[in-house]
C-alpha cells in the first residue's frame, strides 16, 4: 500500500501542472558560510559532520558549491555519506558533477546514496550517471538508478528500462509508466500477461494517470480491458486505486472506462 | 622353473591339457634356471626367422556390445556381429579375432565373423593370442597360473606349455611364438612343441610382443624391435623406441602390464590410454608412426609429438574414446556410440565407420597400413579454442592441459581465446586464474587487448564479465603501449573490477598514463584516498598517486600533497604519499600565495 501511495505521490508530482518553484532566499542568515567552508576543509571528522548538519538544516543552496568541493576532494566514508545525503537535499543542479563518480563507489552504500540524490540534483549529468548505473554490477544501484530515471523524466532511458525490467529490476515498471510515449507504452501494456503482474504493476498507475499526448487513450484503454480480464483482486484493486486518485482535469473517456471496467464491462467493445 | 616345479607343472599339465592327442607338452619352456646366453639363443631365432614374409595383423575394428562382438574390416567389406557373451577382450590375431567365452577359446575370421574354430579353455581365460599366418599362439590365465597353447588353423591343439609364472601378450611369426614372461624374458617357443627355442633377456620392463604390420615388437613402457640388435637387449643395445615423459590429461598409459588379463568391464583407464605404433624411418631408426601418438581423455584427442611430446593438435568427439590403434601414420580410434574415426597424423578425419551399435570398448588393427591424408585442420590455437568451447566443465584436467599448452603458442590470436577464458562463465575458477596468469605474460595480440580493455561490465547489454583487467595491465605495460592508458584509466573507476584488477591496472598506468588520463587519475584519487579498505586498493591509490605526479604537473602534485596532509587519509595511503612526492621531482618549485589555504589547492586538469 505505501509502494501504491508513493508511486501515486510520483505520478501526482510529475504528471500535475507544478506551482511555480519558489526562488531560493538569496540570504540565510543562519548560516556563516565561511565558518561551513573552513570546517568542511578542516579534517576534521566531527567538526565536517557538525557543519554539514547545519547546511542541511538552512537548506541553503548557496552552500552547494562548498559540499561539492568536498566531494570532489573525497573524504571518510562516514563524512562522504552524509555529504551525499546534504548535497540531494540542497538539490542543486551544479553539485550533479561532483555526485555523479560516487553511483561508481566502490562502496555499495555509497554509490546508492549518490545515486538517490542525483535524483534530487537533476539535470543532464544526473541523468547520465543514472543511465549508467542501470548498466552496472550493482542490483540495488539499478533499481535506485531506474527510480531516479523515471523522477528526473529521462524518456530516452526508456529502451535501456525495458532491457532490465524483466531482469530483476522491477523498479524498471514505474519508470516506464512515467516515461513512456506512443508505442513505447503498448509494448509495455504489451507485457502484461508476459512478466509476472507483481513487476508491471508499479508502471500501470502512473500510466493510466498520466495526462498528455504521449501516454495515448487507446493504450490506457487497452490496460484497462487487459485488468478487466484479468479479473483478479490485485487488478481490481488496482483499478479502484486509479479511479479514486484520477485527476480532476483528467480525461474524462478513461475515467469513465475505468469506472465501467470495475463494473466488469468492456472499454474496448469486445467481450462483456 | 625348478626340478619340482617343473615336475609339478608337467603333472597338472598331463591331467588337464592332455585331453588333444596331438598336444605335445613342453617340459622346456619357462625354466627358471636359464643363464643368460648374451643373446646367443635369440640371435639364432632372428637367424631362423630372416627372410620370412612380414604376417601383419588383419586389419580390423572390433567392438564389445551387450550382444557380443561387432567387426568392421578395414579394408572394405561388411560390418559383421556374432552373438556372445565373450569373458575375455578379444585379441585380433592375424586373420582371427580370438577370445574366451564360457568354457571355450574361440576363433572368428576377422574378415566375416564367422567361426573358424574352437578348443575348450580348461578354465582359463585368454589374456592374449598371436598367429603366425598358419597357427595361433594363446596365453591362457587365472589368477595362479598360466598357459602358453599353439592352435592350428583348423582348431587342433599342437605345442603347449605352463607355468606358474605370469605370461603375457605373444607375437608369432615363422613357427615360433614370443611369449614374455616375469617382466624381463621373452620366450620363443616352438609352436609345433611348446619348447623353448631361444631366450631374449631384457633389462627393461616386458609384458608385451606386438606385432606390428608383421615387425615384432617387445616391452611395455617402450618398445624394442626384433631385429639383428635384439641379441643387445641384456646390454640395453637393441633398437628401442620409448615415448617423451608428458604430463597429459588423466596420466594415459600406453601399454598397461600385459602380465594380468585385460578388465572385460571399461572403466576410466579404458578412456585415458595413449596410442603410439612403432615405425622404421627411411633412415632406419626406429620412431613412432609419423612422428605422433595420441592421447585419449574421455572424449579429447591430443596429438602429440613423438620426439618432443608437444602437443600437435586436439580434437574432441562427440562420446567418450573406448579402444583404437596407432596405423604407420595415423589413428583408428572408436566411440562408446559405435563410431569409429580413421583420423590421419595430424589429427585430420579421413573417415568414419560405424559399428552399428553402442559399444563398451573396442580392439583395432590397421596392419601396416597409413591412414590417408585428410583435410588441414587450422592452426592450433583455434583447435584449441575450439575443444576448449566443446569441452563441459567437469573436464576440467582436459582444459588446465589445453590452456596450458594454449598459453605456450606465439599466435596473436592465443591472445584473444586466453581473453576470453579469462572472462568466461563457462570454465572453472582455477583454469580463470590460469587463463590470466598466460594472459600476462603475452607480448603480442596487441589489438586484441585494448578491444577486451575497451568493454566494460554492462548490465543492458548483457556483458555480465568485466574483462581481465590486470593481466592486460601487466601485458600492456610490459609492452608500453601508451594506447591503453586511456582504456585503463577508465577501468580505475568502474566497480566491477576487482580491487586487484584495479590495483594493476593503477601500476601500468603509472608507465602509461599521459597529463589526458589527468582527470580519471583524480577522480579515483579522490573517492579512494580516504576510503581504501583493502591492501589491493590502497596500492591502486598509492600506484595512482604516482602515475598523477608524472602526468599532472602542479595540479596534481597539490592534490596528492593535499591527500598527504589530510588527517582523514585512510593511514596506510597517508604514510605512503610522502615517499611518492619525495621520489616525484616537482613540477615547479612551491610558491604558496598569500591567502592560499590547504583547502584552497587547484583541482583543476592540467592544459
Redesign the interface.
Known sequence: MLQRVAVIGLCLGILLPRAAPAAPPDKHPSLNLEGS??A??S???TRALSALGEIEQSQDGRAAPLID?L???????K??MRAIEVAGVLGQPSSSSALS??T????PE??RAAARSLAHTKGRIAIQALRDA?????PAL?GTAAEGLGTLGAKEAVP?LF??LP?EVPEAAAAIGVLCRGDECKRFVGLLGKLPFEVMESGFLPLLLRAGSDAPNPVKLELIEQLRRLATQKASALLQTALASYPAEGDPQIRTAIDAALHGHSVTGGER | MTGHGALAAGCLFALCVGCSASTVNSSTAFARDWQNDSGTSIAAVVQRLRGLPLVPNARVVVGLTEAGLVGVPLEGGSRWAYPSKPSSVPSIAGNLVIFSEGDHVVALHASSGAKAWSIDSQGLLLRGAANDGTTSALVLADAHQSQFVAVSASGARLGSAQTEAALGMPAARGGIAFVPWSEQYVSALELTSGNEAGRLLTRVQVSHALNYGGELYFGQQGLMRFDDKVRFASTNQANHVSLPKVDLPGKPSWLVSGLSNAPLTANARTKIRIFAAPATAASGALTLGAGTFVASYFRVIFGLDSLSGALAWVRTLPADIVGGAAARSGFVLCDTNGKVWLTDSAGGEARTLDLGSKISQCVADMGAESVPAAAPRGPLAAQIAGALDALEPDMAEAERYLVRELGKLPDPPVTQTLIELSSSPRIPPDLRIEARRLLALRTNGTDYMLAALARHYDFVSGVLLPPPVGPLADALSASGETRAAPLLAKHLNDPANSADDVAHAARALVKLATPAEYEDLRTFFALYRATADDEALIAAVVACAEALLRVGGDAARAVVERGAQDPLTQGDVRRALPGVLSKAAPVAPPAPRAGETAGALPETPPK
Open positions: 567552508k573552513k568542511l576543509e579534517g576534521d571528522e568541493a566531494l570532489v576532494r573525497g573524504a571518510s566514508t563524512l562522504l563518480p560516487y561508481k563507489h566502490r562502496s555509497v554509490r542501470l548498466r552496472g554490477s550493482d539499478r535501456d532491457v532490465v531482469k
